[in-house]
């Protein structure tokens, strides 16, 4: 079973299961997106379901801007949603996209080469905060640090261990027809899951209830759109 060609999302959630109208209510800030692995039981063909909210985030919180979370990391077969600080997330996808290389990937070398992506972008920041506290290289600071006070070296390490890329990704694709969801967390670690992944403010909440529905690859695509729509709802209302 193979992937639709080109990969496109099947339409929007809201598109096809409309929310009646009630009262507006009073919310926390809120973001999330998921993706699902799912079958599309009419075309023989697995698929994975993309969804997230439009709510702009500054640092950890949140705004009521409105914000495209979902990009196509190389060309459409590449649906890549993001949560987190928005300009730290544009800057982690141009390093992907300049980095990582899309071609001869397999399920065997992809999460490596995710991952060592991830941790390029995490090298530059690091780099970028050195350049900025002490006009010298990240290279320079690690291999001359008989030449930098001591007290100095020390604090500007400690805030490098603390440094994270501030977002987090959730990056789709197939690979010989099995569809493949990976998550790149803040500390650059990257991990796979086989059914569904979560990130945002709302993801504990969504996580929950998609595991309560066991969503897997082998719900049906309809099954699935009503589980992300479901744990979407349930995340927001556990906000109120």
Same mark, same amino acid.
């Given at each position: 079973?193979?992937?639709? %060609?080109?990969?496109?999302?099947?339409?929007? #959630?809201?598109? !096809? &299961?409309? $929310? *009646?109208?009630?009262?507006?209510?009073?919310?926390?800030?809120?973001?999330?997106?998921?993706?699902?692995?799912?079958?599309?039981?009419?075309?023989?063909?697995?698929?994975?379901?993309?969804?997230?909210?439009?709510?702009?985030?500054?640092?950890?919180?949140?705004?009521?801007?409105?914000?495209?979370?979902?990009?196509?990391?190389?060309?459409?077969?590449?649906?890549?949603?993001?949560?987190?600080?928005?300009?730290?997330?544009?800057?982690?996808?141009?390093?992907?996209?300049?980095?990582?290389?899309?071609?001869?990937?397999?399920?065997?070398?992809?999460?490596?080469?995710?991952?060592?992506?991830?941790?390029?972008? %995490?090298?530059?920041?690091?780099?970028?905060? #050195?350049?900025? !506290? &002490?006009? $010298? *290289?990240?290279?320079?600071?690690?291999?001359?640090?008989?030449?930098?006070?001591?007290?100095?070296?020390?604090?500007?390490?400690?805030?490098?261990?603390?440094?994270?890329?501030?977002?987090?990704?959730?990056?789709?694709?197939?690979?010989?027809?099995?569809?493949?969801?990976?998550?790149?967390?803040?500390?650059?670690?990257?991990?796979?899951?086989?059914?569904?992944?979560?990130?945002?403010?709302?993801?504990?909440?969504?996580?929950?209830?998609?595991?309560?529905?066991?969503?897997?690859?082998?719900?049906?695509?309809?099954?699935?759109?009503?589980?992300?729509?479901?744990?979407?709802?349930?995340?927001?209302?556990?906000?109120?």
């Amino acid at each position: 079973m193979r992937p639709p %060609k080109p990969l496109r999302p099947y339409w929007g #959630i809201e598109d !096809r &299961l409309r $929310v *009646s109208k009630r009262k507006s209510v009073a919310r926390r800030p809120m973001t999330l997106c998921i993706a699902a692995s799912c079958e599309d039981q009419d075309r023989k063909e697995l698929c994975i379901v993309v969804s997230s909210d439009w709510k702009a985030e500054v640092g950890d919180v949140a705004g009521a801007e409105i914000q495209n979370k979902l990009y196509w990391l190389f060309d459409e077969s590449w649906p890549t949603l993001i949560a987190g600080t928005a300009s730290e997330a544009h800057d982690l996808i141009a390093c992907y996209r300049t980095h990582f290389n899309s071609k001869g990937v397999t399920r065997a070398n992809i999460g490596y080469r995710l991952r060592a992506a991830a941790l390029k972008r %995490k090298a530059e920041i690091a780099d970028e905060y #050195i350049q900025a !506290r &002490l006009g $010298v *290289s990240y290279e320079y600071f690690r291999r001359h640090k008989n030449q930098i006070d001591q007290t100095v070296w020390s604090g500007i390490w400690n805030d490098i261990k603390k440094i994270t890329l501030d977002c987090q990704l959730i990056i789709c694709t197939f690979v010989n027809g099995d569809p493949l969801i990976y998550q790149v967390e803040e500390d650059a670690k990257t991990w796979r899951d086989d059914n569904f992944l979560a990130i945002g403010s709302g993801s504990t909440v969504a996580n929950s209830l998609l595991c309560f529905r066991q969503q897997d690859e082998e719900t049906s695509l309809v099954h699935t759109l009503y589980n992300v729509y479901e744990a979407t709802r349930f995340a927001y209302k556990a906000q109120v």
